[in-house]
């Protein structure tokens, strides 16, 4: 079955260092959303990207996230400099926008310490 | 967006049906009604999404008000896999919005 691919699953930093997270989206989905998930903030949209094109990053902290497409197989978020507050669970999720009201499929997140 | 109410918590017999609950009184014509849910320690996934008509899939049934004012997701017999966070979502959705997910029902499932 086709599946979102998060990279890493899981990271242990330390606050003010760069942290990358890498979204493999579903081979021809042309839409890719990032979330945050935290026990007090429930999932949160970050981001959104169309044809590799941002639409939305209003959810983002600009001064420390950023979301970039390089190419339609790959999406990254990276945060520099982290800090604790960051700590949270991220999703990738991907959709095809060419029919509506398509599903989403979501990948299986990166768990995100920041000490 | 149009916003949705649900209970915070449900719970369940093993082999039972569950009826979860969603109101959307706002909802405007145009919107969808959508079911994601998420199982521990995973993303959300799909369930099921309808506009007017009750729909039915592997997974579940969904049962829409006439006014569409409320919608029902039907799990016609619980097993310990569907224990999850069931959240209905309403989309208006040109094929770019994204989700906005409320905090959903947590279905706990007795054996």
């Known amino acids: 079955d086709a599946r979102v691919t998060q990279t890493p699953r899981h990271k242990v930093t330390e606050m003010g260092q760069e942290v990358t997270m890498r979204c493999q989206p579903i081979l021809g989905h042309n839409t890719v959303f990032w979330y945050r998930q935290t026990m007090m903030q429930g999932l949160e949209l970050l981001a959104y990207?169309?044809?590799?094109?941002?639409?939305?990053d209003s959810g983002m902290p600009k001064d420390r996230f950023s979301a970039e497409m390089p190419d339609a197989t790959l999406a990254t978020l990276k945060i520099q400099p982290s800090e604790p507050r960051d700590s949270a669970v991220y999703f990738c999720?991907?959709?095809?926008?060419?029919?509506?009201?398509?599903?989403?499929?979501f990948g299986s997140g990166t768990q995100l310490s920041v000490l | 967006d149009a916003k949705t109410t649900q209970p915070n918590s449900m719970e369940s017999n093993e082999e039972e049906p569950v009826h979860l609950p969603c109101n959307h009184s706002t909802i405007s014509g145009t919107d969808y009604i959508h079911w994601y849910r998420q199982l521990p320690s995973q993303g959300p996934e799909y369930v099921i999404h309808g506009l007017t008509s009750n729909v039915n899939n592997r997974m579940a049934s969904l049962a829409i008000a006439e006014d569409r004012k409320s919608s029902t997701l039907i799990l016609h017999r619980a097993t310990l896999r569907d224990a999850a966070v069931y959240y209905c979502?309403?989309?208006?959705?040109?094929?770019?919005?994204?989700?906005?997910f409320g905090k959903g029902t947590r279905l706990s499932v007795i054996a």
């Open positions: 990207f169309r044809n590799r094109a941002p639409l939305d």
């Open positions: 979502i309403l989309t208006r959705y040109s094929g770019n919005t994204p989700l906005v």
């Open positions: 999720a991907s959709g095809s926008d060419r029919r509506r009201h398509e599903k989403l499929f």
